[in-house]
C-alpha cells in the first residue's frame, strides 16, 4: 500500500481550477518528484495535501486515512511535515527557536534534543549559528534551516516546495545531497516538488510531469530523464 | 569640505526658514477680528522675525540629528559621552547582591509612595499604573501575536461594566443582607476577567482569517459597537450617564475613608501589575509564547509546523481581553462612577500608542511607554493645549531615532534544556 496517495484531486481557488484530478502515489521510502513549469500547479498540489488550500473533490490518503478533510495542525502530527516554498522561516526567532517550533507538537524533550543534534550534524552551519536571527542568515543556510525544522517533526514523508528557488548552483547540489542522505539514513519518504528538473529526477525513484494542473506523463525518473519531450520542455536540450 | 557641507545645510535651512514663514503666515501674523460684519485684518510684523529665527535653529538642527542618527551605528561615534556610565549601570546591576539592593530600593519606593505624596499623586499613580496593566494586556496581542487590535478599549469597558452592573442589580440585595458592599469589587474581578475574555474569544472569531488592515478595521468597529451598546441601553447601563456610586473595596469589611481608600487601591493595583508581569513574562519565554511569535512573523509556515493558528489567536484575544477586563473594574472601583466616554477609541489609542513608544513586545518598554503617557500630561498640566501636538512630534522622533522603541525588547536567550523535564514513555505522534 502507497504511504501516500492523491485520487482525483481538483482544487480550486474561487471559481479557477488550479487542480483538475491529479492522482499520484508515493511508496514508503521512496523520493518522488513531481516537475513543472510556473503556474502548472506544483505548489497548489502540495499546499492541497497539507490542507492549508482545501481540496473540492477527490482524496488524499495518508497510510490509508483520507486526510482531505483534516486541518493542517492535526496531519503534521499524522507525520507529514512540509518545507514550504521561498522557505518561510521565522526571520525574528533564533537558528535554536525555529527548530524547537518545527517539534512543537513533541514533547518529549530528551528525543527532541537527540534529533537537534542529528539535524546539526546534518547541517554544521546552523550549529554555529544557533542564537542567531533566522532572518540574519544567508539563502542557502535559510534553507537548511527549513528543512532542519521540517525535520524536526519526525515526519514519515518529508514534502519539499522547491528547495533549490533562488540558490546558486553549489549550494543546490549540496543541498540535493542532502535531501538524498535524509532519504537514505533516516528512511524517510520524499516528496519533492521541483523546477529544478534535472536535479530533482537525478535522485528521485519516480517523476510526476505536472502541466495546467493535470499530470502529463508519471514515469520512472531513468525514463523520464531521457524522454525526448521532457528533455525539450523541461531540462532545456 | 566642512565648510561646503555647512553653507549646503545653511542653505537647505535657510530654504525651510522661508517655507515655514509662508505656511505660518495666516495663521501667526494675521489676525482677523470681525466686528459688526466688517472683518478687520491686523497684521503683527513683529512676530516675523521670531518665526524666521525659531524655524532655522530648528530646521538645522534637526538636519543635524538626522546626520547623527545616520552615522550611529559606525562604530567611533557608538561611543558616546554617556557609554562608561551605561556600561557601568549594567555591570553593576549583573552583580546580584547589588541587583537585590537596587530591586529592594525600588520596592520600598513603591511602598511608601502613597504615604510620602499624598492623595492627589496616588490617584494619579493608580491610573498610570490600570494603563499598565492594559499596555502590558495589549503587548501580548500586538507584541507577541503581531495582530493589531484597535477596540482595546472595549474590554476595558466590558470589565469596568461588569462590577458596574454588579453592583447597581446584585449591590442593593447585598446592602438588604447586610453584607459588606466592599466585598463586590473581589467578586467582580474574577468574573469581569471571565467575561472579557468570552467578549475576546467572541471577537476573534470573526477576525480568524484576517490580518493587518482588515484586521485593525473590524477591532475599531467591535471597539466601538461595544461602547455605542452600552451608551443605547439606558435601562441597563444608564446610558450616557452611566453608572455611579461604584463602591471601592473595603479593608476586612471596614469601609474606608476616600485618602485611605486610594492608598489601598494602590497597593491592590501594584499586585495585579506584579502579578500581570509575572503571567506575561511566563508566556514569553513558553513555548506558547514563542508559537504566538511564529504566528507573527509567518502564518503559513506556522501550519506546516503543525501549530493550530485557530486555538493561538483565540488564546491571544482572550489573554489580552482578561488583563483589560481586571484593568476595567480597578477603574470603577478607583473613579466610582463609569460612563461610555471612558472608553472611546481614543483610548485603544493611547494604550496602543504607550505599547509603541516603549518598545513593540517587550515588557519595560509597555510599563514605561504606559507610565510616560500618563504622568507626563498630568503632571504639564500648563502643556495640556498641545498634548495631541507633542504626542504627534514625540512619536516621529522616536520612529527616527528609536525605532524598536524607547526600552526595546532584549530576546532572552532561548537554550534548550533537555534535563529540564523528565523524559515521558512514549512520545504522541509516534
Redesign the interface.
Known amino acids: 500500500m502507497a504511504l501516500m496517495e492523491l485520487k482525483n484531486v481538483s482544487t480550486y481557488y474561487g471559481n479557477i481550477q488550479a487542480l483538475k484530478g491529479i492522482s499520484l502515489s508515493v511508496e514508503e521510502g521512496e523520493i518522488v518528484t513531481l516537475i513543472g513549469a510556473n503556474g502548472a500547479g506544483k505548489t497548489t498540489t502540495l499546499m492541497s495535501i ?1 490542507g ?1 488550500t482545501p481540496i473540492r473533490s477527490g482524496q488524499v490518503i495518508l497510510d490509508g486515512v483520507d486526510i482531505s478533510s483534516i ?9 507529514l ?4 516554498e521561498g522557505r ?7 537558528v ?2 525555529n527548530l ?3 517539534a ?10 537527540a534529533d ?1 543534534e542529528e539535524v546539526f550534524e546534518l547541517f554544521p552551519r546552523l550549529a554555529e549559528r544557533r ?1 542567531q536571527a533566522g532572518g540574519t542568515l544567508s539563502g542557502g543556510e535559510q534553507q537548511m534551516l527549513a528543512i532542519s ?2 525535520l524536526m ?2 515526519p514519515r514523508i518529508l514534502l519539499l516546495d522547491e528547495p533549490s528557488l533562488g540558490l546558486a548552483p553549489i549550494i543546490v547540489h549540496n543541498i540535493f545531497q542532502i535531501i538524498k542522505r535524509i532519504n537514505e539514513e533516516r528512511k524517510t519518504t520524499i516528496f519533492l516538488v521541483e523546477q529544478n528538473a534535472n536535479m530533482a529526477l537525478k535522485i528521485a525513484n519516480k517523476g510526476y510531469v505536472l502541466q495546467n494542473g493535470a499530470i502529463k506523463m508519471a514515469d520512472s525518473s531513468e525514463h523520464l530523464l531521457v524522454n525526448e519531450e521532457v528533455r525539450k520542455a523541461y531540462l532545456g536540450l | 569640505m566642512i565648510h561646503k557641507n555647512l553653507a549646503k545645510e545653511l542653505a537647505a535651512s535657510a530654504l525651510q526658514m522661508v517655507w515655514f514663514i509662508v505656511l505660518l503666515f495666516p495663521f501667526l501674523v494675521m489676525k482677523v477680528s470681525v466686528t459688526a460684519g466688517t472683518a478687520l485684518v491686523r497684521f503683527r510684523w513683529g512676530s516675523l522675525p521670531a518665526i524666521a529665527i525659531v524655524s532655522f535653529i530648528a530646521s538645522f538642527a534637526w538636519g543635524r540629528a538626522l546626520e547623527w542618527n545616520s552615522h550611529r551605528g559606525d562604530k567611533e561615534q557608538k561611543r558616546t559621552p554617556l557609554t562608561p556610565i551605561k556600561e557601568a549601570i549594567a555591570a553593576a546591576l549583573a552583580r546580584k547582591p547589588i541587583r537585590r539592593v537596587v530591586l529592594l530600593v525600588l520596592l520600598a519606593a513603591v511602598a511608601v509612595y502613597p504615604f510620602a505624596l499624598g492623595m492627589y499623586h496616588t490617584n494619579i499613580m493608580i491610573t498610570a499604573l490600570i494603563y499598565v496593566i492594559l499596555a502590558l494586556g495589549l503587548n501580548i496581542v500586538v507584541g507577541l501575536g503581531g495582530l493589531l487590535n484597535l477596540g482595546y478599549a472595549a474590554f476595558f469597558a466590558v470589565g469596568a461594566y461588569t462590577y458596574g452592573l454588579l453592583w447597581k442589580f446584585v449591590g442593593p440585595s447585598f446592602v438588604s443582607a447586610g453584607i459588606a458592599t466592599g466585598w463586590l469589587f473581589w467578586i467582580a474581578l474574577p468574573i469581569a476577567g471571565t467575561i472579557a475574555v468570552v467578549f475576546g474569544i467572541l471577537l476573534s472569531l470573526p477576525v480568524l482569517r484576517l490580518r493587518g488592515d482588515y484586521l485593525a478595521i473590524i477591532t475599531l468597529a467591535f471597539g466601538e459597537i461595544v461602547r455605542m451598546v452600552l451608551q443605547n441601553s439606558g435601562p441597563v447601563t444608564g446610558g450616557a450617564t452611566g453608572i455611579s456610586l461604584i463602591p471601592r473595596p473595603w479593608l476586612l469589611g471596614l469601609k474606608l475613608p476616600p485618602k485611605q481608600a486610594a492608598t489601598y487601591i494602590y497597593y491592590i493595583v501594584i499586585v495585579l501589575v506584579i502579578l500581570t508581569i509575572f503571567v506575561v513574562r511566563r508566556i514569553e519565554d513558553s ?1 506558547v509564547g ?2 504566538l ?2 504566528m507573527r ?2 502564518e ?10 485557530v486555538r493561538n489567536k483565540l488564546s491571544t484575544f482572550a489573554l489580552g481581553a482578561f488583563w483589560a477586563g481586571i484593568a476595567g473594574v480597578v477603574l470603577a472601583a478607583q473613579t466610582t462612577y463609569i460612563n461610555p466616554d471612558s472608553f472611546t477609541l481614543w483610548e485603544s489609542i493611547m494604550v496602543l500608542m504607550a505599547i509603541v513608544i516603549g518598545g513593540t513586545g517587550s515588557i519595560p518598554g509597555a510599563i514605561g511607554g504606559a507610565l510616560l503617557l500618563k504622568l507626563l500630561p498630568e503632571y504639564f498640566r500648563p502643556l495640556a493645549q498641545y498634548r495631541i501636538l507633542i504626542y504627534g512630534v514625540a512619536m516621529i522622533v522616536i520612529i527616527i531615532f528609536k525605532p524598536d522603541g524607547l526600552f526595546p525588547r532584549n ?1 532572552k ?6 534535563q ?2 523528565e ?2 514513555a ?5
Request: proline content about 5%; overall charge positive; hydrophobic content about 40%.
Open positions: 497539507c492549508i486541518s493542517p495542525h492535526k496531519i503534521v502530527s499524522m507525520g511535515s512540509q518545507v514550504p518561510r522561516i521565522f526571520p525574528q526567532l533564533t535554536l527557536e524547537d517550533m518545527g512543537f507538537l513533541r514533547d518529549n524533550k530528551s528525543l527532541i534534543k537537534l542564537n525544522r521540517a517533526a519526525r | 513555548r514563542r508559537a511569535e511564529a512573523e509567518d503559513i509556515a506556522c501550519e506546516a509546523m503543525g501549530i493550530d493558528l530576546r536567550k532561548y537554550t534548550f534544556d533537555a529540564a523535564t523524559p515521558q512514549g512520545e504522541a505522534q509516534k
